[in-house]
């Protein structure tokens, strides 16, 4: 591999952020042991959560010194007072000034309906957010139309070139670079500018990522997982994205003009494994086999 995809690697692996939720942040009360305080930390914020719950962790998590960005799912806020009350304590409370923004899942709770209301709403300006991250789709989504999720791309790009705050497009999970490639590439001709932090799972059992894949709707990845699981032994092999990193990093190497910033992990095995196994990589001199995966 040539130095400079090694070195994008590494990039990748010391600026990656993570998501978790405020059970498993309860569950350790403290992530200083295992994860550096140079990752963001994204919080999650289910149908099912309490906006507190995630306030609360937010500022526990400030306290021990990490970045912060709460996740915002437009259909679960009330009104525009909810909404107010939500980014503003996140704010003025736990200090936040990164968020990203989400459409959200489950059913409409109010008057809000999309990410452009909430962007619209000019609270985060308000409140001093300096980045914003706004949702994307490398596999299209279940729940909209690829039609309107290109409208919403052309739209983001627009609303981001008049405000003081960053906007970026974080993305929802991949199994193959392909999918973030040919997605990129179809950004492009949407004029796209928005830089991208590429969302990939962390080491779990290929049965855990494909009820992931599956609950998402993310079909191109379950195909790609169901050829590596053929039989029931392979299901509980623990699966880790070696080749998707390496893949990534060459792809952003040998494509200047991507906008490809970072990666995201998400957590599927468990906060712990997937910090323990990056730790090991971090502190490992890295190399790569012929199937592009990590030789520690």
Known sequence: MSKETLNIVKKFLNTYS?????????????????????????????????????????????KEGYEVIPHLPARTIVDKNDLEKYVGELANEAGCSKILIIGGGGNQAGNISSTMDVLKSDLLSKFNYKFVGVAGHPEGSPDISNKNLD????????????????????????????????????????????????????????????????SCGI??????????????????????????????????????????????FYAFGGMKKTTDWLNLLDNSELNFNDKNQFVL
């Open 219 to 264: 079909g191109n990845s379950l195909r790609f997982l169901s050829k590596q699981a053929f039989n029931l032994t392979k299901l509980a092999t623990l699966s880790t994205p070696d080749k998707l990193i390496y893949d990534l990093a060459n792809y952003a190497n040998t494509n200047k003009s991507s906008n490809l910033e970072n990666i995201h």
């Open 18 to 62: 993570i998501e978790t939720t405020p059970n498993v942040y309860s569950k350790y009360g403290g992530f200083t042991d295992f994860l550096t305080k140079n990752h963001d930390i994204y919080i999650t914020y289910l149908p099912d959560e309490n906006a507190n719950n995630v306030i609360n962790t937010a500022k526990k998590l400030k």
């Open 151 to 214: 409208l919403a791309i052309k739209e983001k790009n627009e609303f981001a070139k008049n405000v003081n705050f960053q906007m970026y497009i974080a993305t929802q999970f991949f199994f193959e670079a392909r999918s973030l490639i040919d997605w990129e590439k179809h950004l492009n001709s949407l004029d796209n500018k928005l830089p991208i932090h590429a969302g990939i799972p962390g080491p779990a059992s290929i049965k855990t990522l494909i009820n992931y894949a599956r």
